[in-house]
């Protein structure tokens, strides 16, 4: 009797059971529409912290760039005045009279 109560309602039976599957398959799809949603604007933030960070460090690498241009350019400078200085070694021959009487007048009133 149950048997054939079964058997009668069998496409009854299957038509719900695809449905429900059906009903299963768009709410498990609009959950993971939902879910890719938000893993899209968790993503797009990350992305917009990740070159918010990467312009901040392209910012301070520029400055360092720059200070070390400047630091090489004064190890140049210094190099240079101390090339000078020991190339002018042993050239301190005394004065001419005159350019001593003009030194001696110079310093002596400017102190």
């Known amino acids: 009797m149950i048997r054939a109560v079964i058997l ?4 009854g ?7 429900a ?3 299963w398959s768009v709410a498990d ?4 529409r939902a879910r890719l949603r938000a893993d899209l ?10 070159q918010a960070t990467l312009q901040q ?7 360092h760039r720059a200070h070390l241009d400047r630091a090489a350019d004064e190890a140049r400078q210094w190099s240079a005045l101390s090339n000078d200085l020991q ?3 042993g050239r301190d021959a005394p004065l001419s009279p005159l350019l ?3 030194a001696q007048r110079l310093f002596s009133t400017s102190q």
Do not use: H, K, W
């Not at 009668?8 to 496409?11: D, E, I, S, Y």
């Not at 039976?13 to 449905?19: H, K, N, R």
């Not at 460090?57 to 400055?63: D, G, H, K, L, P």
């Open 100 to 102: 001593a009487a003009t």
């Open 41 to 50: 604007a968790a993503t797009r933030s990350d992305l917009t912290r990740a």
């Open 29 to 32: 799809a609009f959950q993971d």
């Open 87 to 89: 190339q002018m070694e």
């Open 21 to 23: 599957g059906g009903v």
């Open 13 to 19: 039976i299957a038509l719900v059971a695809v449905l």
């Open 57 to 63: 460090a392209a910012e301070t690498a520029r400055i």
């Open 8 to 11: 009668r309602n069998l496409p």
